[in-house]
């Protein structure tokens, strides 16, 4: 398969702040490639690298040019924090980039794409922070591109538009365009991205397929068990050979697979021990990123539960129990 | 033809987003006009020896068209400019087929029409509002290059200028200091000889003065003296090197 992007010791500094430090990085015609990493982590410079926005040091090649010598008709973008004029209508904006392509899509088309059709002869200001967003999208589709580059696409959308934006993107993909994305939504990502690079300090510190990177760095599935009598729900689980650790109110299992729910719940009901709540969970995009990032919710979390970042309530697989009283 | 699109896809959106700021509207055509109610019907003119507003009405048009010509492209492509770089929409246009020359040439052409309209008004205004009287010759046309040229030629400044400031608001104050010396001190308002002698070469080297000396030539008739064609040349080749230098500023990358 033929490279959208080649990358190689890509680098970039502010003054001693270093926003780029030798990113390599490839992405495949076709493909879906979503970047993750902590605020300031390089994620908007390495999109403004990769579209010749910023002047870098190292080796960039888009469809084997220069990111500024090639074809703008085949380049789309959203940047971060992009704001169109506020007093162009959703219309007038979609008409208005679209006018500057020799080869552009059907203004109603991009419209209907990004579900504006309704709002469509509303002033951009007046539209919903979500709504914006997706005039914004809608800019970067004008020109039916063959690589799109997408920062930060779906912030501030609601989870419906959301949605019709993922299946937007995930129809785009079905049809060949490349996609370059960065998101803090990990589920976003997660769903989207045929793999995923976490940026950290403005190097590219894992690579892979979402499920890959869950494998290698997510951890293993865990039970926690809601209960007042947690030190002995530890003890019985233990006795069992699963791997509990207690803390006032809840118990965590490690390593529980679907399958051993059940086991351990016959554990705590030989032993007779009564629990408020059962909630399982698999290891995620969002653990994988805690875990290479280094960061954590102190105090926020119950040890073994994914942190919900904004807007991501569909994120992690999660499954929780009423609670029974043996 | 598919510049030709880029160019007026980007002054329709640039049109509309103009008219539909009604303040911004209110204030270009207001500013020129409260400066003519005050100095040429209010205060009028005394045709007497020495002082400000010394010569008869007429001679003070070029000063009352230069209000807009100068000001208007200074304060508005500077702030467009400051504020497509703080909302990231060069960023946006870096990746489309647009150059920046293209966009400087939209934003100069709806300068060119609001300044077109202003200066219309201005000059209705001053004949009723004054006693001054605009002869209609045959070389009255070439009002029409003298403000067109100007307007591209401080298009290009603001270019500039919203290059150097980091902000609207100091796009607005680096106008605003320096278009009012210029507007006072360019042959407008304020002719040479009121003027200290050493003070002379620094009016040649503002270009407005050569838009003023041909407009005055057009409107006031010979008793000005100068000759349209010549400073009509020079404010064209000032025009060029400030609207490539304009144009060349305009941000594309960080």
């Not at chain 1, 680098?11 to 015609?29: F, H, I, N, R, S």
């Not at chain 1, 703008?72 to 209508?89: C, D, V």
């Not at chain 1, 469509?120 to 020109?143: F, H, K």
């Not at chain 1, 890959?212 to 689980?237: K, P, W």
Request: aromatic content about 8%; glycine content about 10%.
């Amino acid at each position: 398969m033929n490279e959208a992007v080649v990358a190689t010791g890509v680098g970039k500094t502010y003054g001693d702040t270093v926003a780029l430090d030798g990113v390599d990085l490839t992405v495949a015609e076709g493909e879906v490639f979503g970047l993750i990493g902590p605020n300031g982590a390089g994620k908007t410079t390495l999109i403004r690298a990769l579209t010749g926005t910023t002047p870098v040091t190292g080796d960039i090649g888009i469809f084997g040019q220069e990111p500024t010598a090639v074809d703008s008709e085949r380049i789309g973008l959203l940047p971060q924090s992009f704001s169109p004029p506020a007093r162009l209508t959703a219309r007038e904006m979609i008409d208005y980039y679209a006018g500057l392509y020799d080869d552009a899509r059907d203004t109603d088309a991009v419209l209907a794409d990004v579900g504006l059709t309704e709002t469509a002869d509303s002033w951009y200001e007046t539209l919903s922070g979500g709504q914006q967003r997706r005039v914004c999208v809608g800019t970067a589709l004008v020109n039916d591109p063959d690589l799109l580059f997408l920062d930060e696409p779906t912030t501030g959308i609601d989870p419906v538009g959301r949605r019709a934006l993922w299946e937007l993107l995930e129809s785009l993909a079905a049809g060949g365009t490349t996609v370059v994305l960065t998101s803090h939504s990990m589920a976003e990502v997660q769903r989207l991205s045929d793999r995923v690079g976490l940026l950290q300090d403005g190097q590219l510190v894992a690579v892979g397929t979402p499920d890959d990177l869950i494998a290698d760095h997510g951890g293993r599935s865990r039970l926690v068990i809601g209960t007042d009598a947690s030190d002995a729900a530890a003890s019985a689980l233990t006795a069992a050979d699963f791997t509990a650790t207690a803390s006032p109110g809840e118990v965590v299992v490690d390593g529980v697979s679907p399958v051993d729910i059940g086991e351990a719940v016959d554990v705590l009901s030989d032993a007779d021990i009564s629990y408020d709540s059962l909630t399982w969970t698999e290891p995620s995009l969002e653990d994988v990123y805690l875990q290479l990032t280094g960061e954590s919710f102190e105090g926020a979390m119950t040890p073994g539960a994914s942190a919900i970042t904004e807007g991501e309530a569909e994120g992690p697989t999660e499954r929780a129990a009423a609670g029974g009283d043996q | 033809m598919s510049r030709g699109r880029r160019i007026r896809s980007e002054a329709v959106a640039a049109w509309h987003s103009f008219l539909r700021r009604r303040t911004a509207v209110f204030f270009t055509f207001f500013f020129p006009v409260i400066l003519v109610v005050i100095f040429g019907a209010l205060v009028r003119t005394q045709p007497t020896d020495g002082g400000l507003f010394a010569e008869p009405a007429a001679y003070y048009i070029p000063g009352y068209l230069a209000t807009v010509v100068l000001f208007t492209p200074l304060s508005r492509v500077g702030s467009e400019i400051a504020r497509h770089r703080d909302d990231n929409r060069f960023e946006k246009l870096a990746t489309t087929p647009l150059s920046r020359t293209e966009w400087l040439v939209a934003h100069t052409a709806v300068n060119t029409v609001i300044i077109g309209l202003a200066s219309l008004l201005i000059l209705g205004l001053v004949v009723l509002l004054t006693d001054a009287s605009i002869p209609i010759t045959g070389s009255s046309a070439l009002l029409v290059p003298f403000i067109v040229l100007a307007v591209i030629l401080f298009c290009g400044f603001g270019a500039v200028l919203g290059r150097l400031a980091d902000s609207q608001d100091g796009v607005i104050a680096a106008s605003n200091t320096i278009a009012l010396p210029l507007l006072f001190l360019s042959d407008t308002f304020i002719s040479l000889d009121q003027l200290p002698g050493w003070f002379g070469p620094l009016v040649e080297l503002s270009p407005l003065t050569y838009f003023a000396r041909g407009v005055r030539t057009l409107t006031y008739g010979p008793a000005a003296g100068d000759p349209y064609l010549g400073n009509l040349l020079i404010l064209a080749a000032l025009a060029v090197v400030f609207f490539v230098a304009g144009a060349y500023a305009i941000p594309r990358t960080d």
